[in-house]
C-alpha cells in the first residue's frame, strides 16, 4: 500500500523560504510521477509542481516558476519542494501526490495516492 507522508510545512516571513519533503513508501516509484498541489482557505485544491520519477521532467504551475523547485531523491525515495521567494498568496495547505503512469501532464484527478497535507502559512 502506498502512503506518502508530508513534512516541513510551517510559518515563514514573506521573502522567506521553505522545503516540503514527502517520504514515499509501499513501491517501486520508478515508473511514477509525482506531483505538489495546494489548497488555500475557501479555494479549490491547485496544482504546483510535478516530477518524472525516472527521468526527473518537471513542470510547474505559473504562479511559482522560478520561485519553487520540485525534485526527488531516489535512494530516499523521498520527493521535495524547495519554495523560495514566498508570499502570503502562497499560504495553503500543501498536498503531495503519486500517479502510476508516470505522466507530469494532466489534472489532479489522475493522482492515485495522496498525502495528508502539511500547512504552509507565509506573513506579510
Known amino acids: 500500500q502506498v502512503q506518502l507522508v508530508e513534512s516541513g510545512g510551517g510559518l515563514v516571513q514573506a521573502g522567506g523560504s521553505l522545503r516540503l519533503s514527502c517520504e514515499a513508501s509501499g513501491r517501486t516509484f520508478r515508473n511514477y510521477a509525482m506531483g505538489w498541489f495546494r489548497q488555500a482557505p475557501g479555494k479549490e485544491r491547485e496544482f504546483v509542481a510535478a516530477?518524472?520519477?525516472?527521468?526527473?521532467?518537471?513542470r510547474y504551475a505559473d504562479s511559482v516558476k522560478g520561485r519553487f523547485t520540485i525534485s526527488r531523491d531516489s535512494a530516499k525515495t523521498t520527493v521535495y519542494l524547495q519554495m523560495n521567494s514566498l508570499k502570503p498568496e502562497d499560504t495553503a495547505v500543501y498536498y503531495c501526490?503519486?500517479?502510476?503512469?508516470?505522466?507530469?501532464?494532466?489534472?489532479?484527478?489522475?493522482?492515485?495516492?495522496w498525502g495528508q497535507g502539511t500547512q504552509v502559512t507565509v506573513s506579510s
Open positions: 501526490a503519486a500517479r502510476t503512469d508516470g505522466i507530469i501532464w494532466g489534472s489532479q484527478g489522475s493522482y492515485d495516492y
Open positions: 516530477i518524472s520519477w525516472s527521468r526527473g521532467s518537471t
